[in-house]
């Protein structure tokens, strides 16, 4: 596009800007940026960034249009129910401005995909749900050196920051120097169960726009080294100013092989995550397998019925702490008792212990489910 | 000496109230054993911690009307 159309069309109303002008225009235009998380925060980010030119956009994000993501995703409309975000965002952002061009990733962002999906982007927005993808797109973003746009909303509340962005002497800050371990399992709930105000992710949506603005076109100041939090009923700013760990205890992996062996569900929840329990059938096929080894945790009964081959001890629940070093090098490990419910705890403790060396698992339904199942496969046999 | 203490997110629905004016703390530490003894979900919940709009991690000196921020992290999108 020549600069007399640029000046004539579309983006009059900014390059008239002092300072921006045609200079920030043509930035924009080759501007790639990417947005993980096409819900309240990336929709209207998604939107402004488009909107003002911004040349390449990239969408990741796995999820269906569902009813109560309309009251503040407003790319999308009431037809788009049902419908993968990223094809509807896609076909909207389009007919906004058909000159951007846009990148779909319609999957969920994880440390085996994240290095390639964000390597060709200028810079990231945050704009996930859950903590488990912050800490993630946090270390993908240090280790690929790029630039962090956060935001984040919790009922009434929004927190906002560049992370990863160097300003004179001070080296730039990430999120894990201002949280450097997750909180527990349940201390925060996320959008589903606290609520949100739709106006909020908007309103913070539209900021991270904002800054990845200022960011591209080098006009203004970015939110770098300061955490901004804004209060949707006092309409009250307060900002911090975070400064980098001089000593980081931090976990952020060292290599791209080490980040994609860091397991960040684990990191994540200090409680019981639902991917560590398995059904009856899918220990059963373990078993046949033989590779997996098998804790019992009752205090009585008989000894299960498995091959030789097969690992089994049995550990009291109420010894698990002293008796957990009898358990040997196998990896994945199955804990069970009568019903399901104390193998959950045990799994909680084991994997603190062992962390993400080993993958543990509770059986669901306990012993007593496993009796049925295998009655009836012998029934059906 | 007369302290001000922010209290944002989830962590004001422990304290049931946002901000907090207390007297006679020198320290942060002091203030958080404080906190942490009259609200004890305190203790394990996660958060960052400003003094005079200044992210800390150790131990920090407070001075007659310095505002102290909780400031936990947010998941939501």
Redesign the interface.
């Known amino acids: 596009m020549t600069g007399e159309s640029i000046m004539h069309g579309r983006y009059q109303r900014q390059i008239k800007l002092k300072d921006f002008g045609e200079a920030a225009q043509n930035k924009l235009l080759h501007a790639k940026v990417i947005v993980i ?1 096409a ?4 929709c209207p980010a998604l939107q402004y960034l488009a909107a003002a030119g911004v040349g390449t956009l990239g969408i990741v994000d796995e999820d269906v249009v569902s009813l109560e993501n309309l009251h503040r995703q407003l790319l999308y409309t009431t037809g788009d129910i049902g419908r993968p975000k990223t094809e509807c965002a896609r076909s909207a952002l389009l007919a906004l401005n058909p000159e951007v061009m846009i990148m779909t990733f319609s999957t969920r962002l994880t440390n085996q995909n994240a290095l390639e999906i964000l390597q060709p982007y200028d810079l990231v927005i ?6 488990t993808s ?1 800490y993630l797109i946090n270390d993908a973003c240090v280790l690929l050196n790029k630039p962090l746009i956060y ?5 009434y ?3 906002l920051s560049v992370f990863n962005y160097a300003t004179g002497k001070d080296s730039g800050v990430n999120y894990r120097d ?2 450097p ?4 399992e349940g ?5 589903e169960e ?1 609520g ?1 105000l739709g106006v909020l ?1 908007g309103i913070i949506g539209t900021m991270q726009a904002n800054e990845a603005i200022k960011l591209v076109t080098g006009i203004g100041k970015p939110l770098a080294n300061q ?1 901004f ?1 804004y209060h949707a009923l006092t309409s009250q700013v ?6 980098a ?1 001089e000593n980081p205890e931090s976990d952020i992996p060292a290599s791209e092989e080490a980040y994609r062996e860091f397991d960040y569900h684990w990191f994540c929840s200090s409680g019981f995550d639902p991917g560590c329990e398995i059904d009856v059938s899918r220990f059963n096929e373990l078993v046949k397998e033989g590779n997996v080894a098998v804790i019992d945790i009752r205090t009585g009964g008989n000894n299960l019925g498995f091959k030789k081959s097969l690992p089994y001890y049995r550990i009291p629940f109420s010894a698990l702490d002293e008796q957990n070093s009898l358990i040997g090098g196998e990896n994945e490990v199955v804990v069970v008792c009568e019903s399901g419910i104390s193998s959950k705890d045990a799994v909680k403790i084991l994997s603190e212990k062992f962390g993400p060396e080993k993958k543990i698992y509770s059986l669901h339904g306990g012993i007593r489910e496993w009796k049925k199942y295998l009655d009836h496969e012998t029934e059906r046999t | 000496m007369s302290i001000n203490v922010l209290i944002f997110g989830h962590l004001a629905d422990i304290t049931g109230k946002d901000s907090l004016q207390l007297r006679d703390f020198h320290d942060t530490d002091q203030l958080i054993d404080h906190l942490n003894n009259l609200f004890p979900s305190m203790k394990k919940a996660r958060y960052a911690c400003a003094v005079d709009q200044k992210i800390i991690r150790t131990n920090t000196q407070l001075r007659e009307d310095s505002t102290v921020a909780l400031l936990p992290p947010f998941s939501g999108g």
């Open positions: 998380g819900g309240g925060l990336g945050d704009g996930t749900d859950n903590f912050r935001g984040s909303v919790s009922q509340e929004g927190q201002v949280f371990r997750p909180p527990g201390e925060v709930m996320n959008c606290a949100v992710p955490l939090i307060y900002q911090v100013e975070l400064t760990s």
